[in-house]
Antibody, heavy 120, light 107 residues
Framework: QITLKESGPTLVRPTQTLTLTCTFS???????????VGWIRQPPGKALEWLAV???????RFSPSLKNRVTITLDTPKTQVVFTMTDVDPVDTATYYC???????????WGQGTMVAVSS | DIQLTQSPSSVSASVGDRVTITCRAS??????LAWYQQKPGRAPKLLIY???SLQLGVPSRFSGSGSGTEFTLTISSLQPEDFASYYC?????????FGGGTKVDIK
């Protein structure tokens, strides 16, 4: 069974750094698989927004609108992906999802999401 | 960045109706478009990938078509469990982008 699960704080103060962890099982980012794990967020009542993705070969891509604020790390032994966002603002309040990205494809499996509020 | 414009933004329909949602890309994306369904409080669920390929386990009443810049998602006979929001997403190039969503609700 393939699962992904997000974990992290539910409340972050403005200007602080948000760190979220995606723990996955049932698949691995093996050499040549083409698979990746990405992060997508959704502010309350709004559309989905892609944030970042890391691939099996540690290639990383970021949303240009957040590029200077975010990092994504694939932890050895490649069962966790850590996402960090610096200098958060109330507009970063959203449900954050991690998801598996198929090779040259969509996000086929998603975690349940974790709601993060940015507030003083 | 490739912009995706979905229309309509909302549609009211009845059980048994045929529903079509359109997604237009600001530039050509070949066939690299996916469709997701999202119910309130739940994560998105992949329905269609590569414009017309049905994800395993998704009912055949869902279908996708199109290439280049114009794509459609069709629900041939709307079922009670299909009332939800639907999003398109392009996988052709980075940055990955999503459409603004279409909410399908009960007439």
């Amino acid at each position: 069974q393939i699962t992904l699960k997000e974990s992290g704080p539910t409340l972050v103060r403005p200007t602080q750094t948000l760190t979220l962890t995606c723990t996955f099982s049932g698949f691995s980012l093996t050499t040549g698989s083409g698979l990746g794990v990405g992060w997508i967020r959704q502010p309350p009542g709004k559309a989905l927004e892609w944030l970042a993705v890391v691939f099996w070969d540690d290639d990383k891509r970021f949303s240009p609108s957040l590029k200077n604020r975010v990092t994504i790390t694939l932890d050895t032994p490649k069962t966790q992906v850590v996402f960090t966002m610096t200098d958060v603002d109330p507009v970063d309040t959203a449900t954050y999802y991690c998801a598996r990205r198929m090779a040259m494809g969509p996000f086929d499996l998603w975690g349940q999401g974790t709601m993060v509020a940015v507030s003083s | 960045d490739i912009q995706l414009t979905q229309s309509p933004s909302s549609v009211s329909a009845s059980v048994g109706d045929r529903v079509t949602i359109t997604c237009r890309a600001s530039q050509g994306i070949n066939k690299w478009l996916a469709w997701y369904q999202q119910k309130p409080g739940r994560a998105p669920k992949l329905l269609i990938y590569a414009a017309s390929s049905l994800q395993l386990g998704v009912p055949s009443r869902f279908s996708g078509s199109g290439s280049g810049t114009e794509f459609t998602l069709t629900i041939s006979s709307l079922q009670p469990e299909d009332f939800a929001s639907y999003y398109c997403q392009q996988a052709n190039s980075f940055p990955l982008t999503f459409g603004g969503g279409t909410k399908v609700d009960i007439k």
